[in-house]
């Protein structure tokens, strides 16, 4: 296949996926306004589809019947299950991986299109940020701390979450299984280890939404003193904040000079635009954050068990292999949605380093068995 004609079929086929995620992102969204900007992010993308099926034509390509891809069939069920805020963040991360796409494509020179790709990059980022209707983005996506280094994204931390509990209980219930195969003994220490595991999650992701939101009140404690004790400092604080937001200097110091009239207005506007913190969501709720945490945990942690309830023994093992072993390969699949990377080597990664683990704690209990 011609190399031009190849890139254009891909380009076509991102816009393709784009089109139909948005137009499901809009369908699930209850807010006029964001259900507004997701139809004007689709209308974009058609314009950018069209604009690529004109170039396979013109080269004596054929335009292939617009399907989406498997990835964007995922997040598009997502959407529709859970609303557009479960997948907001990964599709927020990919139109920022895909934003320089078109800039060394000569095709797209004199056209909007690598600025309209910076645009939604840049829009989807703000919602990602701002975004807090609907429990997946209030708390999902505040689960998992040591997860948030994926950029807030509700659907990766759940899935992140579930991994933890699946290879964590499959190296625990491998390495017991080592030194005893007695069905009793193995369903304990399975059932010990998710419980022992779910709670530690719940308990850590308590305190650290807890402590997160005493933070947040600190600090907006501290701009209320300072605004009572010097209200004119604060008042330039805001007057700099909105120059820089593109106000000119006499319009900004209106309107500081207005806020500052009406203290909570005007502690509303630092805590949003000085710490950057939304006074109507601080943190969300740690009780529902430490339940979503337990869940996702005790629905990885589960899968190496269940197999002991039905069998005995080596067939009891090898089962327990096998179901985790597909559990993995899937949580590596999922995975792929984020990176981009093939199905096939993220999935299999994902079952090799598990299936390590699982066997280097098998043999580990098997030495410790024979010795004690």
Known sequence: MDDSLQRYLENWQGEVDGVAQYQAMADAESDPKIKAIYEDLKRVEERHMLFWEERIRGIGGTVPQRKTSWRARVLIG????????????????????????????????????????????????????????????????????????????ALRASVLGANDGLCS?????????????????????????????????????WLSVTSSRELAQREIRVEADELAMDPQSEAEEIRLIYESKGLSPKDAGDLAQHMIQNPKRAIDALTREELG?????????????????????????????????????????????????????????MISVFTGRPVLFSGSRQLLLGGLAAGVTYGLGTLMGASL
Do not use: W
């Open 78 to 153: 997502l959407a529709k299950r859970f609303g557009p805020e479960m997948i907001l963040g990964t599709v927020a991360q990919n139109e920022t991986l895909n934003r320089n796409a078109y800039a060394r494509q000569k095709e797209t020179a004199g056209t909007s299109m690598l600025h309209d790709e910076h645009q939604h990059a840049e829009i989807l980022n703000q919602l990602a940020r701002t975004q807090t209707a609907g429990v997946s983005g209030r708390i999902l996506g505040r689960i998992e701390g040591r997860h948030k280094a994926f950029g807030g994204n």
């Open 169 to 205: 209980n499959l190296c625990l219930v491998m390495g017991v299984a080592g030194a005893s195969t007695e069905n009793r003994t193995l369903i304990l220490t399975g059932l010990a280890g998710l419980l022992a595991g779910a709670f530690s999650m719940a308990l850590g992701e």
């Open 277 to 333: 913190l939304d006074p109507d969501d601080l943190s969300g709720s740690a009780n529902e954050a430490a339940l979503f945490s337990f869940v996702l945990f005790a629905s990885g942690a589960i899968v190496p068990v269940l197999p002991f309830f039905a069998l005995q023994g080596i067939p009891a093992i090898v089962s327990s292999l096998v179901l985790s072993g597909l559990a993995l390969f899937g949580t590596g699949a």
